[in-house]
């Protein structure tokens, strides 16, 4: 299954007019070899790939990689030079979004011999298309957020501290399974919820408030983002308002998702409603975003996207409002593109639901 990836990076080397590709970018790495350490390099030339990396790593890079060679190095850039001078490559890629400069500046320095092209867009859609394992994977990580949720639901309530909702879902996710959380989780509640990114803090939940709950673990490698935002007893019609907007605009954009659709399309199908309802300057951010090995990849589902959904693509959708000194709102699922449209893989409802005081 990891070894017929490599054929999406030959294919990156023949578009881009390559005779190498050296991956530095670790989720690339695993996603191309299957290697899951924290450092080595992957080289493709020739219809061949190398794996190399260090003393550290070489015994679980032995059982883990798929790849036609695995080898040390003391240096890493002398054994990308050493491995690239044997197959007689001349241009080789590399993965300008990511790479540091001084690496950049090392490789050209040393590899004086090589023209390094840097490459970006082919990099950025090489894992953008779900294979069957990968949403296997994806849906797993997105059903535990979904029991977990359900579990620690009981503790949002008046009183408590948006920080004590994190750490709940926190524990109940590594106590079910999950590796790590996906990110410091956002727990916003009334006018915090105003901060698209506030990640939880001291403060206490009031009864009358919206709380907006981002979360998302990783499981294998994979990540699963979603976001509820839910009333703490009975709110105000203009928070009431907000909600409704948004979980309308989320429902459009999701149904507007299918194979060829333009992703920014499936923006406007949310911005434009937020916007027709009033409310279009609170809503700042892109639609959404790719997932997978990565919280943040992939493609971008935003105004400035120019790509198409494909199907076997998964992203988010998570349009919000955000009203500084008011509160906000913001509604995500994570949804795989199939071939008649779409199916959600993130499982928590997200009607309005209104919690006990
Ligand atoms: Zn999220
Ligand atoms: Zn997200």
């Given at each position: 299954?990891?070894?017929?990836?490599?054929?999406?990076?030959?294919?990156?080397?023949k578009?881009?007019?390559?005779?190498?590709?050296?991956?530095?970018?670790?989720?690339?790495?695993?996603?191309?070899?299957?290697?899951?350490?924290?450092?080595?390099?992957?080289?493709?030339?020739?219809?061949?790939?190398?794996?190399?990396?260090?003393?550290?790593?070489?015994?679980?890079?032995?059982?883990?990689?798929?790849?036609?060679?695995?080898?040390?190095?003391?240096?890493?850039?002398?054994?990308?030079?050493?491995?690239?001078?044997?197959?007689?490559?001349?241009?080789?890629?590399?993965?300008?979004?990511?790479?540091?400069?001084?690496?950049?500046?090392?490789?050209?320095?040393?590899?004086?011999?090589?023209?390094?092209?840097?490459?970006?867009?082919?990099?950025?859609?090489?894992?953008?298309?779900?294979?069957?394992?990968?949403?296997?994977v994806?849906?797993?990580?997105?059903?535990?957020?979904?029991?977990?949720?359900?579990?620690?639901?009981?503790?949002?309530?008046?009183?408590?501290?948006?920080?004590?909702?994190?750490?709940?879902?926190e524990?109940?996710?590594?106590?079910?399974?999950?590796?790590?959380?996906?990110?410091?989780?956002?727990?916003?509640?009334?006018?915090?919820?105003?901060?698209?990114?506030?990640?939880?803090?001291?403060?206490?939940?009031?009864?009358?408030?919206?709380?907006?709950?981002?979360?998302?673990?990783?499981?294998?490698?994979?990540?699963?983002?979603?976001?509820?935002?839910?009333?703490?007893?009975?709110?105000?019609?203009?928070?009431?308002?907000?909600?409704?907007?948004?979980?309308?605009?989320?429902?459009?954009?999701?149904?507007?998702?299918?194979?060829?659709?333009?992703?920014?399309?499936?923006?406007?199908?949310?911005?434009?409603?937020?916007?027709?309802?009033?409310?279009?300057?609170?809503?700042?951010?892109?639609t959404?975003?790719?997932?997978?090995?990565?919280v943040?990849?992939?493609?971008?589902?935003?105004?400035?996207?120019?790509?198409?959904?494909?199907?076997?693509?998964?992203?988010t959708?998570?349009p919000?409002?955000?009203?500084?000194?008011?509160?906000?709102?913001?509604?995500?699922?994570?949804?795989?593109?199939?071939a008649?449209?779409?199916?959600?893989?993130?499982?928590?409802?997200?009607?309005?639901?209104?919690?006990p005081?």
């Amino acid at each position: 299954m990891v070894n017929k990836r490599i054929l999406l990076a030959e294919e990156l080397i023949k578009t881009c007019a390559l005779d190498a590709f050296v991956f530095f970018h670790l989720p690339n790495i695993r996603y191309l070899s299957g290697f899951s350490g924290t450092d080595g390099v992957l080289v493709v030339v020739g219809g061949e790939t190398g794996f190399l990396t260090d003393s550290r790593y070489t015994t679980q890079a032995r059982q883990q990689v798929v790849a036609d060679s695995v080898r040390e190095y003391r240096v890493k850039i002398d054994g990308i030079l050493e491995f690239l001078a044997e197959k007689g490559a001349v241009r080789v890629g590399f993965e300008s979004d990511t790479l540091a400069y001084a690496t950049v500046s090392e490789l050209r320095e040393k590899g004086g011999a090589y023209e390094w092209v840097p490459v970006s867009r082919e990099v950025k859609s090489l894992r953008c298309l779900k294979d069957e394992p990968e949403i296997e994977v994806l849906e797993q990580a997105a059903a535990l957020n979904a029991v977990c949720f359900e579990e620690i639901l009981s503790e949002i309530r008046p009183g408590a501290r948006e920080v004590d909702i994190a750490l709940a879902l926190e524990f109940a996710l590594k106590h079910r399974g999950a590796e790590e959380k996906a990110f410091d989780f956002i727990v916003a509640s009334g006018v915090r919820g105003a901060l698209p990114h506030g990640v939880a803090s001291s403060k206490t939940i009031a009864a009358g408030e919206l709380v907006t709950v981002d979360f998302g673990c990783r499981l294998n490698g994979y990540h699963s983002d979603e976001t509820v935002t839910l009333a703490v007893g009975e709110v105000s019609p203009r928070l009431r308002e907000m909600h409704d907007v948004v979980l309308e605009a989320h429902d459009r954009a999701i149904d507007s998702v299918r194979p060829g659709a333009a992703l920014r399309d499936i923006d406007a199908a949310a911005r434009k409603y937020i916007t027709d309802c009033g409310f279009g300057d609170y809503f700042g951010h892109g639609t959404g975003h790719g997932l997978g090995l990565e919280v943040h990849e992939s493609p971008s589902v935003s105004p400035r996207a120019d790509e198409e959904a494909r199907e076997g693509m998964v992203f988010t959708i998570e349009p919000g409002i955000y009203i500084p000194d008011v509160g906000g709102v913001r509604i995500e699922d994570t949804v795989l593109v199939t071939a008649g449209g779409c199916r959600r893989l993130t499982r928590i409802p997200k009607g309005f639901r209104t919690l006990p005081v």
